[in-house]
């Protein structure tokens, strides 16, 4: 089952000739969230191969211009490609007023409807769920209401061995019961215990988002053990008092909050646009956490399952 995330979108306020404002693709068991939606991102969406009628719901961090400018325009074009399917966004106050303005002027008559839950930027909080995920808020330090976002696996059903059923010959109701993480008593009365019989399939995996923000302990120590966390990082290392006075992050901040959370790899995005290429920026992260990787546009970071 896929768990990955396709950058499609990595510059700051400005956009550039490489990059566009901030957006990324989910794909989670084959389920699409978008998280931000900075200005083309529905261009952004076909170029990569992203289908928008698969977005399931939509996560804005903030209401600055760069990450959400583009939602507007794929609400609109989402109907000419016959969504049906409700679109839930989930976006900070006062968002909703700006949506029920749009809808008013330009969307009146949608085929599908558009269902806003607010997020609470100052709680952790569980957002979304289904069978197999929870979208967790995390509260970041920008000049205005942030929020990131947690994406995070449930534990997956166990498995039992085959070869134990054939061992023991357990019948499907003892199958079940094991399945449920209960032991199995036998006709013979011997109970087996469960940890003999299943196993887990593979470890929950994780994906943090961390838009704009200032350095945060208490946001990377909400994502520990991550396996993959995406880190603004808008200013190289010596930048920092400009970073701290406009609410946003170093190259060492990001690896900071990565080495902070026990992150298998850093993702940094996020780029002024002072800065033509973003190669120095990573070797800077990577002084700090040596796994860190850029947010190239274009490019999928897969997280594989692991037992």
Not at 76 to 96: C, D, E, N, Q
Not at 219 to 238: I, P, Q, R, S, W
Request: aromatic content about 10%; charged content about 25%; some cysteine.
């Amino acid at each position: 089952m896929s768990f990955r995330v396709t950058i499609l979108g990595s510059s700051s306020a400005k956009p550039t000739v490489s990059r566009h404002p901030s957006a990324q693709a989910v794909d989670i068991h084959e389920q699409y969230y978008l998280v931000d939606a900075g200005e083309g991102v529905q261009q952004q969406l076909v170029r990569y191969g992203v289908n928008p009628l698969k977005i399931r719901a939509v996560f804005i961090s903030h209401l600055h211009g760069d990450h959400v400018f583009g939602l507007f325009p794929l609400i609109s074009t989402l109907a000419l490609y016959g969504r049906k399917t409700p679109l839930r966004i989930f976006a900070p106050a006062p968002f909703g007023e700006i949506l029920a303005c749009h809808l008013r002027y330009f969307d009146s008559e949608l085929p599908y409807t558009v269902a806003w839950t607010e997020v609470d930027t100052t709680k952790h909080a569980l957002l979304m769920e289904n069978r197999t995920l929870e979208v967790w808020s995390i509260p970041l330090r920008h000049r205005v209401p942030c929020a990131g976002f947690l994406f995070r696996e449930k534990e997956p059903p166990l498995n039992v061995e085959k070869f134990k059923i054939a061992k023991y010959g357990l019948s499907i109701a003892q199958i079940t019961a094991a399945k449920r993480g209960e032991a199995v008593t036998l006709e013979s009365g011997e109970v087996i215990p469960n940890a003999e019989l299943t196993y887990r399939p593979y470890a929950p995996r994780s994906y943090a988002y961390l838009s704009d923000t200032n350095y945060s302990a208490k946001a990377a120590g909400l994502c520990k053990g991550v396996d993959l966390m995406y880190h603004e990082a808008t200013y190289a290392a010596a930048e920092q008092r400009a970073a701290k006075d406009r609410g946003h992050s170093t190259t060492a901040d990001a690896a900071k909050a990565a080495l902070k959370a026990g992150a298998r790899r850093l993702v940094i995005g996020h780029y002024s646009s002072r800065y033509k290429d973003e190669a120095q920026l990573v070797d800077e992260a990577r002084t700090i956490f040596p796994e860190s990787y850029p947010a190239t546009e274009g490019t999928t970071y897969s997280i594989e399952k692991e037992r």
